[in-house]
């Protein structure tokens, strides 16, 4: 079945895209590039980065070589990294590609310098996370000697946290890197470094999540705008008589008589069971809110007040910082985990 004839629908703004993107360059005084990894957040990676390119983006972020192959070529002049680097599983791949591996390690240092000599590559130094990269001690004992190191990265721990001492303390240790290890470039800040502010900018950020409409940290708030809009298509309505459950486990009962609206809509879409309770439809800028458990691909919501019909179509209240904020998820989690059974519908 083609994407128009599905059930559900992603609407996407291009434009808030773009305007995140320069807001957050804007507000670190840096470029700034891209996260496209996990298909851009879940919008699609193909098209964000066509877009976000003919806004003048020039680096783009991926996870894994996997990634590199299905977003395919990039913008002339647009530079590609893959974030966890060089497995000896990688080497035919980042061989037949011209993105960068990050470089995570010694032996992945190694690998690239006896497999590609000369070739540009990217570094990544812990300063503190204690996830991928090199330590400090490792990058400043000569082992990156002889590596043409286009971008020099570190990635901070705590920047989404209000007043974290963790952040200064990695800036200045990256600070004290930029000093003795030799790169092009510099890079520190995701979304919410990118909202700390010039001092964490560097030479270029790397925002994901902010990008999408995510909000990392207050200062981006009433800057940062809703990119993503989910749509769900009314299956059946159905009057519920007082006393009668609706859905799994008997957990809702009507207080009186109801009409609710059954949406093509649930867990196996990214639409957890977490939503249950707190979650809602719009109908007419109206607030409806559900009725009864999130099953795997439906949920019902109460129409009290409002008028629906079979084969119409239903905002999902989904907004994800306040998405966030009712459920206990991240805002990455939300945007991440909507599936493939949504249409992806770009504005122009």
């Given at each position: 079945?083609?994407?128009e004839?599905?059930?559900?629908?992603?609407?996407?703004d291009?434009?808030?895209l773009?305007?995140?993107?320069?807001?957050?360059?804007?507000?670190?005084?840096?470029?700034?590039?891209?996260?496209?990894?996990?298909?851009?957040?879940g919008?699609?990676?193909?098209?964000?980065s066509?877009?976000?390119?003919d806004?003048?983006?020039?680096?783009?972020?991926?996870?894994?070589?996997?990634?590199?192959?299905?977003?395919?070529?990039?913008?002339?002049?647009?530079?590609?990294?893959?974030?966890?680097?060089?497995?000896?599983?990688?080497?035919?791949?980042?061989?037949a590609?011209?993105?960068?591996?990050?470089?995570?390690?010694?032996?992945?240092?190694?690998r690239?310098?006896?497999?590609?000599?000369?070739?540009?590559?990217d570094?990544?130094?812990?300063?503190?996370?204690?996830?991928?990269?090199?330590?400090?001690?490792?990058?400043?004992?000569?082992l990156?000697d002889?590596?043409?190191?286009?971008?020099?990265l570190?990635?901070?721990?705590?920047?989404?946290?209000p007043?974290?001492p963790?952040?200064?303390?990695?800036?200045?240790?990256?600070?004290?890197?930029?000093?003795?290890?030799?790169?092009?470039?510099?890079?520190?800040?995701?979304?919410?470094?990118?909202?700390?502010?010039?001092?964490?900018?560097?030479?270029?950020?790397?925002?994901?999540?902010?990008?999408?409409?995510?909000?990392?940290?207050?200062?981006?708030?009433?800057?940062?705008?809703?990119?993503?809009?989910?749509e769900?298509?009314?299956?059946?309505?159905?009057?519920?008589?007082?006393?009668?459950?609706?859905?799994?486990?008997?957990?809702?009962?009507?207080?009186r008589?109801?009409?609710?609206?059954?949406?093509?809509l649930?867990?196996?879409?990214?639409?957890?069971?977490?939503?249950?309770?707190n979650?809602?439809?719009?109908?007419?800028?109206?607030?409806?809110?559900?009725?009864?458990?999130?099953?795997?691909?439906?949920?019902?919501?109460?129409?009290?007040?409002?008028?629906?019909?079979?084969g119409?179509?239903?905002e999902?209240?989904?907004?994800?910082?306040?998405?966030?904020?009712?459920?206990?998820?991240?805002?990455?989690e939300?945007?991440?985990?909507?599936?493939?059974?949504?249409?992806?519908?770009?504005?122009?």
């Amino acid at each position: 079945m083609t994407q128009e004839f599905l059930p559900l629908r992603l609407d996407l703004d291009p434009q808030a895209l773009v305007a995140n993107w320069r807001w957050l360059g804007e507000r670190a005084a840096a470029p700034a590039g891209a996260a496209i990894k996990a298909d851009a957040y879940g919008l699609g990676a193909v098209e964000v980065s066509r877009r976000l390119a003919d806004a003048g983006c020039r680096d783009f972020f991926v996870a894994t070589w996997a990634e590199t192959e299905a977003l395919g070529s990039l913008p002339f002049g647009a530079g590609l990294s893959v974030l966890h680097g060089l497995r000896e599983e990688d080497l035919a791949a980042a061989l037949a590609s011209r993105a960068r591996p990050v470089l995570n390690s010694p032996a992945m240092v190694a690998r690239w310098k006896a497999a590609a000599p000369g070739r540009p590559c990217d570094v990544m130094i812990d300063t503190g996370m204690n996830r991928l990269g090199l330590t400090v001690e490792e990058a400043c004992s000569g082992l990156l000697d002889g590596l043409e190191i286009d971008l020099l990265l570190s990635h901070l721990a705590c920047a989404d946290e209000p007043d974290s001492p963790m952040n200064e303390r990695q800036r200045a240790r990256f600070v004290d890197l930029r000093g003795r290890v030799a790169a092009k470039r510099h890079s520190l800040a995701n979304s919410a470094g990118a909202c700390l502010g010039p001092a964490y900018g560097f030479d270029l950020i790397r925002p994901g999540i902010a990008l999408y409409g995510g909000i990392p940290r207050p200062e981006a708030r009433g800057h940062i705008v809703r990119v993503v809009r989910i749509e769900a298509q009314v299956l059946q309505v159905r009057d519920v008589p007082a006393g009668d459950t609706i859905g799994y486990g008997a957990t809702f009962t009507a207080e009186r008589p109801m009409r609710v609206a059954i949406l093509n809509l649930g867990y196996a879409d990214g639409y957890l069971r977490a939503f249950a309770g707190n979650g809602a439809a719009l109908v007419n800028g109206r607030r409806c809110p559900l009725a009864g458990r999130v099953s795997m691909d439906l949920i019902a919501v109460d129409l009290t007040g409002a008028d629906a019909a079979e084969g119409d179509w239903l905002e999902i209240d989904y907004a994800l910082e306040s998405a966030a904020d009712r459920t206990g998820l991240s805002q990455y989690e939300l945007l991440t985990g909507l599936g493939s059974r949504y249409q992806r519908r770009w504005k122009e």
